[in-house]
C-alpha cells in the first residue's frame, strides 16, 4: 500500500533562515504530487503540484519553490522564510481520480 | 470556477447525539466530492468520497453523506458521535482537469463533542 513520508513533524526556525521540507512515497510509482499549506483556523491552499520530476506547477505567488529531483520525493524550499510562511505544509499524492492521500504533515513555526 | 463553502466554522455536539456537517459547492458539471477529516496535527484522512450512482456514500467510521444535486450539497451525517470524532472536518470538490488545480477544499468545520 502506498505511504507518505514526511519530515521533519516539527520545526522552529528563524526568519530569514532557509528552508528544505522533504517528502518521499512509496508503493507507487510516478504518482502525482502535491504541496499544500494550513494556516491557523483556515483551510487547505494548495501551493505546488507536480505530474513528474522536474515537473512543477504552481500559481501562487510566494516565497517558497518545490522541487522534484526523483519520481518518489518532492521537496518543499526557501531560501529566506517569512513569519507569514509560518503554518502546516502537507503533503499528498494523488490515490485515485482527484482522489488526495495525504502525509501527516509538518509543523513549520517561524519566529 | 470550482468553489466549495462549508458554512459552520465550529460545532459542538453531545456524545450520542446526531450530527450533520454542511457543504456547498459550486461546479459546473457533476464534480468529485469527498470528505475528509483532521485529527489534531496530523494529516488528512479520507472518509468518504462520491464519484457517481448512488447518492448515499457510506464512509469509515459510520459517516455517511449524500449528493443532493439540486441543493448542490454534499452533508456529511453521522447517526451517533463518539468522543473520538472530534476533529476538523474538510469537504472538497475535485474535477477531472489536465490543469493542477483539480481539487478545491472547503475552509473546514471544527467539531467539538462534549461527553
Known amino acids: 500500500s502506498q505511504t507518505i513520508h514526511q519530515w521533519p513533524a516539527t520545526l522552529v526556525q528563524p526568519v530569514g533562515s532557509p528552508l528544505s521540507l522533504e517528502c518521499t512515497v512509496e508503493?507507487?510509482?510516478?504518482?502525482?504530487l502535491y504541496w499544500y499549506r494550513q494556516a491557523a483556523g483556515r483551510g487547505l491552499q494548495l501551493l505546488f503540484y507536480s505530474v513528474g520530476i522536474g515537473q512543477i506547477s504552481s500559481e501562487v505567488p510566494q516565497n517558497l519553490s518545490a522541487s522534484r529531483p526523483q519520481d518518489r520525493q518532492f521537496i518543499l524550499s526557501s531560501k529566506k522564510l517569512l513569519l507569514s510562511d509560518s503554518g502546516f505544509y502537507l503533503c499528498?499524492?494523488?490515490?485515485?481520480?482527484?482522489?488526495?492521500?495525504f502525509g501527516q504533515g509538518t509543523r513549520l513555526t517561524v519566529v | 470556477a470550482q468553489s466549495v463553502t462549508q458554512p459552520d466554522i465550529h460545532i459542538t455536539v453531545s456524545e450520542g447525539a446526531s450530527l450533520e456537517l454542511r457543504c456547498n459547492y459550486s461546479?459546473?458539471?457533476?464534480?468529485?466530492l469527498f470528505w475528509y477529516v483532521q485529527s489534531p496535527g496530523q494529516g488528512l484522512q479520507l472518509l468518504l468520497k462520491y464519484f457517481s450512482g448512488d447518492t448515499l456514500v457510506q464512509g469509515i467510521k459510520g459517516f455517511e453523506a449524500e449528493f443532493k444535486r439540486s441543493q448542490s450539497s454534499f452533508n456529511l451525517r453521522k447517526p451517533s458521535v463518539h468522543w473520538s470524532d472530534a476533529a476538523e472536518y474538510f469537504c472538497?470538490?475535485?474535477?477531472?482537469?489536465?490543469?493542477?488545480?483539480?481539487?478545491?477544499f472547503g475552509p473546514g468545520t471544527s467539531l467539538s463533542v462534549i461527553p
Open positions: 472538497a470538490v475535485g474535477a477531472m482537469k489536465t490543469s493542477y488545480d483539480k481539487v478545491i
Open positions: 461546479y459546473g458539471a457533476t464534480p468529485y
Open positions: 508503493g507507487t510509482s510516478n504518482p502525482n
Open positions: 499528498a499524492l494523488e490515490a485515485g481520480p482527484v482522489e488526495a492521500f
